[in-house]
Structures are given as C-alpha cells and as structure tokens.
C-alpha cells in the first residue's frame, strides 16, 4: 500500500481488510446488470440516529468530551479535578498563572471568569472554554450565519467574548473577519487612507487637452441631449458643444473640425474610459493627428478632475437661466462660456482669454463706458508687445498652477498614506458595475482577488487575473484593498475523524503494512504524457529532500509555457533528469514548488 502517513482512518481500513485473502478482478459495467436486485430487496428501515447538532439544549457531554481531548485544556482541566501539576516546570508555572480564572460547572464543563474593566456595569461573565475543533463553529455562527449578519471585528468580537473565551481570541475574529470573501466583496473599509496625490506636470498652451460629456440632460427644441466639453490646462480655455449623442463619430467630427482646426492639434488628449473614447475610431484619429491618447485609471474620475469641475460650473449656469420646461438649455451654452472664459481663473491668476490672446477681453459695457483702447501704429512693435505679454502671462500662470498643485498636494496629503502593495500581492478591485433590474446598493462592489504584475508609479498598478490573464486597464491604489486569504485562517474546519478516536502508532503496523509496489511508479496525475525513465542511475528525479528514499517521485526543474484547458491553467513543466521533448502538461496542483511559479510569472510580466 502507498500510505505516506500511517495514521488515520485509512489505515484501520487497511488492517481491516488486509486480515482477508481477496483478489479484485475487474468486471466492466454492461455486465453488471444483477447489481440493481439489492437496491430493489425490502429492508427493515431503522429510524436514522440523531446526531449532536439536532439534539436540542445543551449539548454537554460532546463539549466536554471535546475539552478534555484539547491538548491546551487537558493539563489545566486534570489539575482542577486531581490537583496534579505537569511535570514541566514551565507548563506547571503558566498553569497556576491563570487557574484562578477557571473553574468547572457541576456538568464538568470548564468556564473562565471575566469582569470587564471600564465598563459601568461590573459584571463577571462565566465564558465558556471554547476548545480548538469547536472555534470554527463558534465563528461560523457568529459571523458567517444569516443571524450573525456578516458584522465587523468588533461587533463579532462584543457579542462572542460574553459567551465564550479562548486564547488569541481578538485576532483569530479579526483574521476571520479580514479574510471572509463575501464581507470583502461588499464592504469598503471607512478608515482607509487614500494614496498620495501625484499631479499632473503643466505644459504649453493647447499641448494637454481634456475632455468629458455632461448629460443626460432633457432633450431640447434643437434635439440636443448631451454636452462634450473640451479643457486646456494650461490657460483654462474651455470650448463646450451641445450635441444629440456622444458616440465616437460624434466626438471625433468635433475633435477635428472644433479642436484641430481652430486651435491646432493637441500632443495629448486626456479622457476618461468610456466607450466612446476608448473606441477604435478615436484611436485612428489621434494617430492621424499625432496625438497621444490617455485615459484615467478605472474608476478615478480625480485623474479629469478639471474637465469634471467645468461640467459642474456649466450645469450650475445654466440652471440659472432656463426655463421651467428645461426645453432651451443648449441656447445659454456659448454665453456661459464667454462668462467663463474673460472671468480670472483662482490657480492661474488671469482669464483665459488674456493667456490665450494676450489682451483685456473688452465686455458689452466696455464699449460705451471706457475709452478705446490705444494701439501702435508699428505692426512689428504691436506684435512683439502682444507675444510678449502671452509669454509672460503663460509663465506666470504656469508657475501659478505649479504653485497651486503643490498648496492641493500638502493639504490632501495630510491625510494620505503611502500605498503599501508589494508586486505579486493578491487584491480586490473597487469597481461598482450595476446590472439592470438590480439595486446598486444590494450589489458586491469589489471584485477579484487580482494579482499586481506591475507597478508603474507609486500609485498606478498593473494586474493580472489569478489565472494569469492581463487586465487591460490601469487600477489606481485608491481602487484597491488587501485580499487576506481564508486558507490561511489559523482556524480551519474540523476534521473528519472523531476526537476521542486515537491513532495508531507506527509500531503497532505490520511490518509489510506499506509495502511499495515498485511496478507502479508515483508520477503526477492528470498529465497528458508521463515521462519516460532515465538509464542513469544518478539523475533520479526527487521532489523533496523528505523523498530521496522515493525513486518514483518526479521532481520539476522548470515551467517552459501556460495555456488554459477545461477552464484551468495548465503548464508545461521540464522535469529533472529528462530531456524537454518529455515534458508534460500538469495543473497547478501537481506543481509542489511555488517557487518554480513565481519564477515563471516574474519573467512573463
């Protein structure tokens, strides 16, 4: 028999049948035809025993049972009932430590004692001891179950900690809590610190150009809906176009016949990730127009925040002049802009119509209340003076705007944190997709866990999915949270064989009990080829140093590729002491060594 641990239930199974001379001969199912005469043969039906979870009260002797298999119990119970100390000195010490908190009932159960300090009501609580196979029931129901409503750390903690008691009980809740995928799906934690703001370096007039769509909003007597707004960031210039939609062909004529041809090409355009930016026809544009194209990180709209504040000043505008049937919005449009545009911006000092023409902008009552304004005659003094104050008032609202980024940054920054994710940490992904017929507020807003594959700035993180597939868009740190695993909860279910049944000892086993039939090799299930044996006796593969004395175990030198088969990944593993024409597909499972998949991640970033 292949038994690596000779303990357990398998094993009394063994013995049990190995007491027997039988030989398994295989019988293919077409001949098994007889076999439905037991399933149809009357039987005495016998009422099916209840088992300790339905027996109603209070279940005593399992949980004393259960205490007193405790190996962390067992001492302190014998001592409460017999008064006999360990004979380790430092387990006898810590034992008479904490006896004065703990007492048993009349049942046998063992009961800690504790008075609550702080608290105005100066109760003591009798907690019952909570040994480790009974922890993850306790926080299943505690937590876990419709009852218990899927509270935080401290709510759990409060109601558990007046019933029960065990050591490290605060942080075995809160790993608990942490790591439960479902709380972690929904839930955004309320004292997260935000990323440092990074701004975004000022460049030429019309070098930066942002854009954004306002709407919808109540159809107008032209047939408008929408509002595509574009934004320079150096001067604040802002030209904005009411349109019936906003789809790409739409936003592309006005890039081109608004944008291009009146204000020359852009080097970059900035937008945030809807469909119409992110289409293929914009693309082709911005390339015509050598143009770079840029998005916002998903779900980020800070990244556009100047565009965003723009839309908020149009619509506070307009709803100061339209009128009650909101029919003839789009008819303030270009006023509120002329309104926007001679006002003097706060981060740049001037008005954008001085930083772009280099000139007062002269109003409808300049006209007849102040005298004209004197030009020289020279058309080269004229203009030297006119690029002149351009130049001077771009610079000087560049470093208005720098100086502005920077007042921003120190007072957002007093209560940001440094973004603490490390490459190859696994994440939850903020992103708040509705579905129609269903409430956004019943929906799990965090989804994953992701995997970061890269980081490109303190800031910005590049993922991939756990099945090693590239997410297309960039996840800002604001947008994620830690994935706290719940395979590695220190309290894991119960296992299947009873507490009060021992193991066998390896020298109560016959000595032919584990025999290895050498004429079948152990070799990695689910292969699709299994490599052949080497003549050389010196490269027998081993998987571990606990397997030198296992000839038949295949150790993984490397993983050469990936694919996915079956909806799982597979990868193509390079085994010791053969050549690569043997190498063979296996799933992740077979793959003991996580260090061959951390190699083979990093390099195929």
């Given at each position: 028999?292949?038994?690596?641990?000779?303990?357990?239930?398998?094993?009394?199974?063994?013995?049990?049948?190995?007491?027997?001379?039988?030989?398994?001969?295989?019988?293919?199912?077409?001949?098994?035809?007889?076999?439905?005469?037991?399933?149809?043969?009357?039987?005495?039906?016998?009422?099916?025993?209840?088992?300790?979870?339905?027996?109603?009260?209070?279940?005593?002797?399992?949980?004393?049972?259960?205490?007193?298999?405790?190996?962390?119990?067992?001492?302190?119970?014998?001592?409460?009932?017999?008064?006999?100390?360990?004979?380790?000195?430092?387990?006898?010490?810590?034992?008479?430590?904490?006896?004065?908190?703990?007492?048993?009932?009349?049942?046998?159960?063992?009961?800690?004692?504790?008075?609550?300090?702080?608290?105005?009501?100066?109760?003591?609580?009798?907690?019952?001891?909570?040994?480790?196979?009974?922890?993850?029931?306790?926080?299943?129901?505690?937590?876990?179950?419709?009852?218990?409503?899927?509270?935080?750390?401290?709510?759990?903690?409060?109601?558990?900690?007046?019933?029960?008691?065990?050591?490290?009980?605060?942080?075995?809740?809160?790993?608990?809590?942490?790591?439960?995928?479902?709380?972690?799906?929904?839930?955004?934690?309320?004292?997260?610190?935000?990323?440092?703001?990074?701004?975004?370096?000022?460049?030429?007039?019309?070098?930066?150009?942002?854009?954004?769509?306002?709407?919808?909003?109540?159809?107008?007597?032209?047939?408008?809906?929408?509002?595509?707004?574009?934004?320079?960031?150096?001067?604040?210039?802002?030209?904005?176009?009411?349109?019936?939609?906003?789809?790409?062909?739409?936003?592309?004529?006005?890039?081109?016949?608004?944008?291009?041809?009146?204000?020359?090409?852009?080097?970059?355009?900035?937008?945030?990730?809807?469909?119409?930016?992110?289409?293929?026809?914009?693309?082709?544009?911005?390339?015509?127009?050598?143009?770079?194209?840029?998005?916002?990180?998903?779900?980020?709209?800070?990244?556009?925040?100047?565009?965003?504040?723009?839309?908020?000043?149009?619509?506070?505008?307009?709803?100061?002049?339209?009128?009650?049937?909101?029919?003839?919005?789009?008819?303030?449009?270009?006023?509120?802009?002329?309104?926007?545009?001679?006002?003097?911006?706060?981060?740049?000092?001037?008005?954008?119509?001085?930083?772009?023409?280099?000139?007062?902008?002269?109003?409808?009552?300049?006209?007849?209340?102040?005298?004209?304004?004197?030009?020289?005659?020279?058309?080269?003094?004229?203009?030297?003076?006119?690029?002149?104050?351009?130049?001077?008032?771009?610079?000087?609202?560049?470093?208005?705007?720098?100086?502005?980024?920077?007042?921003?940054?120190?007072?957002?920054?007093?209560?940001?944190?440094?973004?603490?994710?490390?490459?190859?940490?696994?994440?939850?992904?903020?992103?708040?997709?509705?579905?129609?017929?269903?409430?956004?507020?019943?929906?799990?807003?965090?989804?994953?866990?992701?995997?970061?594959?890269?980081?490109?700035?303190?800031?910005?993180?590049?993922?991939?999915?756990?099945?090693?597939?590239?997410?297309?868009?960039?996840?800002?740190?604001?947008?994620?949270?830690?994935?706290?695993?719940?395979?590695?909860?220190?309290?894991?279910?119960?296992?299947?064989?009873?507490?009060?049944?021992?193991?066998?000892?390896?020298?109560?086993?016959?000595?032919?009990?584990?025999?290895?039939?050498?004429?079948?090799?152990?070799?990695?299930?689910?292969?699709?080829?299994?490599?052949?044996?080497?003549?050389?006796?010196?490269?027998?593969?081993?998987?571990?140093?606990?397997?030198?004395?296992?000839?038949?175990?295949?150790?993984a030198e490397r993983i050469l590729r990936s694919r996915h088969k079956n909806g799982k990944v597979q990868y193509?593993?390079?085994?010791?002491?053969?050549?690569?024409?043997?190498?063979?597909?296996?799933?992740?499972?077979?793959?003991?060594?996580?260090?061959?998949?951390?190699?083979?991640?990093?390099?195929?970033?």
């Amino acid at each position: 028999m292949n038994i690596t641990d000779p303990t357990g239930r398998l094993v009394r199974w063994s013995l049990l049948v190995q007491q027997h001379d039988f030989e398994i001969r295989h019988r293919p199912g077409v001949n098994h035809a007889n076999a439905d005469a037991l399933s149809r043969r009357p039987y005495q039906l016998v009422p099916p025993e209840i088992s300790a979870y339905d027996v109603p009260g209070v279940q005593t002797p399992r949980i004393r049972d259960l205490q007193r298999h405790d190996c962390d119990l067992a001492d302190l119970i014998s001592y409460l009932e017999t008064a006999t100390l360990p004979g380790d000195n430092a387990s006898a010490r810590s034992l008479l430590l904490m006896v004065d908190d703990h007492f048993l009932s009349p049942d046998g159960l063992l009961f800690h004692l504790w008075t609550p300090t702080g608290s105005q009501r100066k109760t003591t609580y009798q907690q019952l001891v909570i040994p480790a196979s009974l922890r993850y029931e306790i926080l299943t129901w505690g937590h876990d179950d419709p009852t218990a409503g899927h509270f935080g750390t401290t709510k759990t903690y409060e109601k558990l900690r007046t019933r029960y008691y065990w050591r490290n009980m605060f942080s075995d809740i809160q790993h608990w809590t942490r790591s439960c995928a479902d709380c972690s799906m929904r839930k955004t934690p309320r004292n997260r610190h935000k990323a440092p703001l990074m701004p975004i370096p000022v460049e030429g007039a019309f070098d930066r150009l942002a854009v954004d769509c306002l709407g919808p909003l109540p159809e107008s007597t032209r047939g408008n809906r929408y509002v595509v707004v574009f934004c320079d960031a150096l001067t604040r210039w802002c030209e904005a176009f009411p349109v019936p939609s906003i789809d790409a062909p739409t936003i592309a004529r006005l890039l081109v016949d608004e944008i291009l041809c009146r204000h020359s090409a852009p080097r970059t355009l900035l937008s945030d990730r809807g469909s119409n930016f992110l289409s293929t026809l914009i693309k082709e544009v911005c390339q015509l127009m050598n143009t770079k194209k840029i998005n916002t990180s998903s779900y980020h709209p800070a990244t556009d925040g100047m565009v965003e504040r723009m839309n908020n000043t149009i619509a506070k505008s307009i709803s100061m002049f339209v009128s009650s049937n909101q029919k003839d919005w789009d008819f303030f449009i270009p006023s509120i802009l002329f309104a926007y545009r001679v006002s003097p911006c706060v981060s740049t000092g001037d008005s954008p119509f001085y930083l772009l023409y280099g000139r007062e902008p002269r109003l409808p009552p300049d006209v007849s209340l102040l005298p004209p304004t004197e030009v020289s005659s020279s058309i080269v003094e004229h203009r030297n003076r006119i690029v002149q104050q351009v130049e001077t008032a771009q610079s000087i609202a560049r470093c208005n705007i720098q100086r502005a980024q920077q007042l921003m940054k120190a007072q957002y920054d007093k209560k940001a944190k440094d973004a603490s994710f490390q490459l190859g940490q696994r994440v939850w992904v903020y992103t708040p997709k509705g579905k129609k017929g269903l409430s956004k507020k019943l929906l799990h807003k965090w989804h994953g866990p992701y995997r970061i594959c890269r980081i490109l700035s303190p800031v910005h993180y590049q993922l991939r999915t756990c099945d090693n597939h590239m997410i297309a868009t960039t996840v800002h740190a604001n947008c994620m949270k830690p994935f706290y695993d719940p395979s590695d909860r220190p309290i894991q279910p119960p296992t299947d064989d009873p507490a009060n049944e021992p193991f066998l000892l390896a020298s109560e086993l016959p000595d032919d009990s584990f025999t290895q039939d050498n004429s079948t090799p152990l070799v990695p299930t689910n292969s699709d080829q299994a490599p052949e044996a080497n003549d050389d006796s010196n490269s027998t593969p081993v998987d571990s140093p606990d397997s030198l004395a296992e000839p038949d175990v295949y150790a993984a030198e490397r993983i050469l590729r990936s694919r996915h088969k079956n909806g799982k990944v597979q990868y193509l593993v390079k085994w010791v002491g053969y050549p690569a024409s043997q190498s063979t597909w296996e799933p992740e499972e077979n793959i003991l060594d996580a260090r061959l998949l951390e190699q083979f991640h990093d390099k195929n970033k």
